[in-house]
C-alpha cells in the first residue's frame, strides 16, 4: 500500500526528528477531532492528542508500512483517549467519595468560546465551505476524489477518465485556490 | 519562521481536516511547538546507549540484591570472641521407663523409689 508519508517518516527514523513537525501539521486537527469526540473538551482533546502523536514517534520504530500511517495513528489515539477515559473515571469515583467533590463540577462545562492562542477552526470552515461550492465542477471533483474520497491518482484516472498529468495540475489549482482562503486565518508561526 | 513547504503543509491539513468535517471547535497555535518540545530524547536513535544501560542496571541490580543478602544472612549469626565452656548435663538414670499411667497408680500402694504420678 503506497502512503504519502513514507518519505518523511524514513527521514525521521533515519533521525531526522524535526521532520516529524510536517506529520503533526498534516493531521493535528483530525486527531484533536478525534480526541474531542472522546474527551468532551478541547483543552483534554489536546493533551490527549499530544500524547498520541508523543507516542506515535516513540513506536515509530515498529511501524511496518503495511497500512497507512494515519491508520496507525487514528487507532493510537483512540487507545489513548480509552486511557483517558478510564483514568477519569476512576478520578470521579474518588471525587465521589471525596466530601470536596462539588468544588470540581464546574471544570466539566464545555466552553465554546476560542482561546486567545488558537485558530478559530468553526470560521475557517465556513470559509472554505463557500469557496468549494463557488469552485468549477471539474476542480470539485478533484478536490472530493482525493481529499476527501481518499482515492489514489490511478483511480483517479479511472473515474475522471483524465491523464493522470491533468489531474494532477486541477487538484494543484483547485488546492491553491481553497489554501488561500484559509491563508489569512494562519499566521506565520 | 515556517517554511514555505512547513505551512503549505499544515494548510492542507487543515483543509483536508475542514473538507472531512473531521475538525475541532479550535487549535492552539503552539500545539505542533509543544509536541516538538517534548521529542528531545528519540528512543530508537540511540539503540546502542539505551542496550548499555539496560545491561548497566542490571548489573547494578544485581550487586545490590547480593550486598541486601549477605548482610541479612550474617547479621543474624553472632559469634563469641572467646570458647564456651559448658558442662554438658547428661541424665545418670533413663526415668522414662518407670512412669506409671496414673489410671493404674490411683488404687496401688506406690513402691518408694517409683515416680509419683502428677
Known amino acids: ?189 | 519562521m515556517m517554511n514555505d513547504k512547513t505551512q503549505n503543509i499544515k494548510l492542507l491539513g487543515f483543509l483536508k481536516a475542514i473538507l472531512k468535517k473531521e475538525y475541532p471547535h479550535y487549535i492552539s497555535k503552539d500545539f505542533s511547538s509543544k509536541v516538538m518540545s517534548k521529542l528531545d530524547k528519540p528512543f530508537y536513535s540511540h539503540g546502542f546507549f539505551n542496550y548499555g544501560l539496560r545491561i548497566a542496571s542490571a548489573v547494578t541490580f544485581a550487586i545490590i540484591t547480593l550486598f541486601t543478602m549477605d548482610s541479612i544472612l550474617t547479621d543474624n549469626v553472632k559469634y563469641s570472641k572467646s570458647n564456651i565452656e559448658q558442662e554438658i548435663l547428661t541424665p545418670t538414670r533413663n526415668v522414662a521407663n518407670q512412669m506409671k499411667k496414673c489410671d493404674y497408680v490411683e488404687n496401688e500402694p506406690q513402691p518408694s523409689d517409683s515416680l509419683e504420678c502428677q
Not at chain 1, 482561546?115 to 469552485?135: C, D, F, G, H, K
Open chain 1, 1 to 189: 500500500m503506497h502512503d504519502d508519508d513514507k518519505e518523511i517518516l524514513e527521514e525521521i527514523l533515519d533521525g531526522n526528528i524535526s521532520k516529524y513537525e510536517v506529520i503533526i501539521h498534516k493531521y493535528q486537527a483530525r486527531i484533536i477531532s478525534l480526541c474531542f469526540r472522546y474527551t468532551k473538551s478541547y483543552p483534554d482533546a489536546e493533551e490527549v492528542a499530544q500524547e498520541s502523536f508523543l507516542k506515535a514517534f516513540n513506536s515509530l520504530h515498529k511501524f511496518r508500512f503495511e497500512s497507512k500511517f494515519y491508520s496507525w495513528l487514528h487507532r493510537i489515539s483512540i487507545n489513548c483517549s480509552l486511557n483517558y477515559i478510564n483514568s477519569k473515571e476512576k478520578t470521579k469515583e474518588k471525587e465521589t467519595i471525596s466530601e470536596n467533590s462539588g468544588l470540581n463540577e464546574g471544570r466539566r462545562e464545555i466552553s465554546s468560546e476560542t482561546p486567545y492562542n488558537a485558530y478559530n477552526m468553526q470560521i475557517m470552515a465556513e470559509t472554505i465551505e463557500s469557496v468549494y461550492n463557488s469552485l468549477p465542477d471539474d476542480l470539485k471533483l478533484m478536490i472530493k476524489l482525493r481529499d476527501i474520497d481518499d482515492l489514489s491518482y490511478d483511480e483517479m484516472t479511472k473515474i475522471a477518465k483524465l491523464p493522470i498529468g491533468t489531474i494532477k495540475s486541477k487538484l494543484h489549482r483547485a488546492r491553491e485556490i481553497l489554501t488561500k482562503a484559509l491563508g489569512k486565518y494562519i499566521d506565520d508561526e
